[in-house]
């Protein structure tokens, strides 16, 4: 299934990229971040994030669907 | 409605202010963030701030339609600027108009305090000493205790002085 995954600050200097469309097996968030995280070494550790798919916060576990649009949300700092 | 937006130019307080006037209101409470020269012992020259803006704004609004909600004042608006920053640059801007002073202050420090703990925005720091580092990202292996609050500004309150409240 592919996916288009966005990502900010931390998370997009350290995959080098903004964003990018994915194939892949993994089937919830939280296997997507297990996949990524072991290819670009992300620092932040799952449980310090928040995910995003098609621009609202879900749970970690929501099955993905094909095109679903992914966010990793490392801690904010608004303000 | 907009009443949470981004801009990457300085923020025009007098505009945004004329968005909270009512008949109905005494006065009006506003918070100015302002990029500091410093954090955590270090000295900061300049912020830049990044948003993931179409989830941003649908929190952002989120959050001032709660504090409609909560306290009984007439409009409220939030505004924060992306980009790079300089010194003593506005960053993020709060008024809320209300009938009486009380409200209008408690429902700016809501606004204030939700979007620094819920809104995807991030900001990364650069240093004198020439590196940089995003704020909450890179130092969370800090010991328990050292605080994960990172105030960047100086409160800043206007009020009429000839309203009724």
Redo the contacts between chains.
């Keep these: 299934m592919q996916l288009k995954i966005?990502y900010?600050?931390?998370m997009?200097e350290q995959a080098g990229r903004s964003e990018e469309t994915l194939e892949t097996a993994s089937a919830t968030p939280a296997d997507l971040y297990g996949e990524l995280a072991t290819r670009y070494r992300f620092?932040?550790t799952r449980e310090?994030l928040?995910v995003?798919v098609n621009?609202?916060?879900s749970d970690w576990s929501r099955r993905l669907a094909a095109g679903d649009a992914v966010?990793f949300?490392?801690?904010?700092?608004?303000? | 409605m907009m009443r949470f937006r981004f801009t990457q130019t300085a923020i025009d307080t007098a505009q945004a202010r004329r968005e909270l006037l009512d008949l109905g209101a005494g006065g009006y409470v506003s918070f100015e963030?302002w990029v500091r020269d410093h954090n955590e012992g270090r000295e900061v020259t300049r912020l830049e701030?990044?948003?993931?803006q179409?989830?941003a704004v649908?929190?952002g609004e989120r959050i001032v339609a709660d504090a409609l909600r909560r306290f009984p004042v007439k409009h409220a608006l939030c505004i924060?600027r992306i980009g790079l920053l300089g010194l003593s640059d506005m960053?993020?801007w709060v008024g809320v108009s209300s009938a009486h002073r009380g409200e209008a202050f408690d429902a700016c420090r809501f606004i204030?305090d939700e979007?620094?703990?819920?809104?995807?925005?991030?900001?990364?720091e650069h240093y004198r000493s020439g590196d940089s580092g995003?704020?909450?990202?890179?130092r969370?292996a800090a010991p328990p205790g050292h605080a994960h609050e990172?105030e960047?500004?100086h409160e800043r309150h206007d009020e009429p002085a000839a309203g009724h409240s």
């Design positions: 966005q900010y600050a931390l997009r620092t932040l310090q928040k995003a621009s609202e916060f966010v949300i490392p801690p904010v700092a608004g303000g | 963030g701030y990044e948003a993931f179409e989830l649908k929190e924060h960053a993020v204030i979007v620094k703990h819920r809104v995807p925005i991030w900001k990364k995003w704020v909450n990202c890179e969370c990172h960047h500004e």
